[in-house]
């Protein structure tokens, strides 16, 4: 069962080096954590998430509910949710039956938290608690509406560092909560109609968003006084469908950071 943390105030200064280390001791727990070192990407159109090191590939198949679960004979790795934050409470249920009946067949589950970083953190907080208690293995954290592409990098961490902490201070069963999370960054989905003259604002906002990447595979910035858990998985969008990373603009920055 989950549970929230005591001492929330102590992270700030700890964070970067518990989630940035292999392995830690959890004093909550009283085990030794070790963390996963590899880094995935998954690709938002094709439902396919790649290991960088091993290039490994997994799966995913979009459900809503039970009658959309993969029969035992497909070749299915496993399935994705879609949770729009604002109407959690009233999915709940039902979200965690989903999660449990697709875990009983023996499939990966990853939950994709939409609007999150427009959203409060203990918001977010208990949204990312139910689905992990619910044994989910990704918990994707997506800005959707834009919310952190404002033109301020140092304001947009901020937030983005309330919610992570918000998120990874909470004590689940089974696999570390931030051993679980993933990144999606790029906002509303394109028109199909694209005008020129918006060309400068989306390099702009690409710049932001790259800034945000590097930091959360650094474990923050130093110069800002900002420190983030180091995520190991991130959507790209290799189809051009919402401004979103690419596999090119990821593997640089990893590449850049040392990581692969």
């Given at each position: 069962?989950?549970?929230?943390?005591?001492?929330?105030?102590?992270?700030?200064?700890?964070?970067?080096?518990?989630?940035?280390?292999?392995?830690?001791?959890?004093?909550?727990?009283?085990?030794?954590?070790?963390?996963?070192?590899?880094?995935?990407?998954?690709?938002?159109?094709?439902?396919?998430?790649?290991?960088?090191?091993?290039?490994?590939?997994?799966?995913?198949?979009?459900?809503?509910?039970?009658?959309?679960?993969?029969?035992?004979?497909?070749?299915?790795?496993?399935?994705?949710?879609?949770?729009?934050?604002?109407?959690?409470?009233?999915?709940?249920?039902?979200?965690?039956?989903?999660?449990?009946?697709?875990?009983?067949?023996?499939?990966?589950?990853?939950?994709?938290?939409?609007?999150?970083?427009?959203?409060?953190?203990?918001?977010?907080?208990?949204?990312?608690?139910?689905?992990?208690?619910?044994?989910?293995?990704?918990?994707?954290?997506?800005?959707?509406d834009g919310y952190l592409q404002n033109g301020d990098t140092e304001e947009a961490a901020d937030v983005m560092q309330e919610i992570l902490e918000a998120?990874?201070?909470?004590?689940?069963?089974?696999?570390?909560?931030?051993?679980?999370?993933?990144?999606?960054?790029?906002?509303?989905?394109?028109?199909?109609?694209?005008?020129?003259?918006?060309?400068?604002?989306?390099?702009?906002?690409?710049?932001?968003?790259?800034?945000?990447?590097?930091?959360?595979?650094?474990?923050?910035?130093?110069?800002?006084?900002?420190?983030?858990?180091?995520?190991?998985?991130?959507?790209?969008?290799?189809?051009?469908?919402?401004?979103?990373?690419?596999?090119?603009?990821?593997?640089?920055?990893?590449?850049?950071?040392?990581?692969?």
């Amino acid at each position: 069962m989950l549970r929230l943390r005591a001492n929330v105030q102590l992270l700030r200064p700890k964070i970067s080096n518990l989630f940035a280390t292999i392995s830690y001791y959890d004093s909550q727990s009283g085990i030794q954590v070790t963390r996963g070192s590899d880094f995935s990407l998954h690709c938002t159109s094709t439902g396919v998430r790649t290991n960088t090191r091993t290039n490994e590939k997994t799966t995913f198949i979009p459900v809503t509910s039970l009658k959309d679960l993969p029969s035992t004979d497909e070749q299915v790795g496993g399935v994705s949710l879609e949770i729009t934050m604002t109407t959690f409470l009233e999915q709940r249920a039902t979200l965690v039956e989903l999660i449990k009946a697709s875990k009983a067949r023996n499939l990966l589950v990853r939950t994709t938290l939409l609007e999150t970083f427009s959203c409060s953190p203990v918001d977010v907080q208990l949204a990312a608690g139910v689905i992990a208690d619910a044994n989910a293995d990704v918990i994707c954290l997506c800005d959707r509406d834009g919310y952190l592409q404002n033109g301020d990098t140092e304001e947009a961490a901020d937030v983005m560092q309330e919610i992570l902490e918000a998120v990874t201070w909470l004590d689940v069963e089974g696999t570390p909560i931030v051993d679980r999370l993933a990144l999606r960054l790029g906002g509303k989905e394109k028109s199909k109609k694209s005008k020129k003259s918006k060309k400068s604002k989306k390099s702009s906002s690409m710049e932001q968003q790259l800034e945000l990447l590097r930091m959360v595979v650094m474990g923050g910035d130093d110069d800002m006084g900002i420190v983030l858990p180091v995520i190991r998985e991130f959507d790209i969008d290799d189809h051009d469908m919402y401004n979103g990373f690419t596999s090119e603009n990821v593997l640089l920055v990893l590449t850049q950071a040392g990581r692969i």
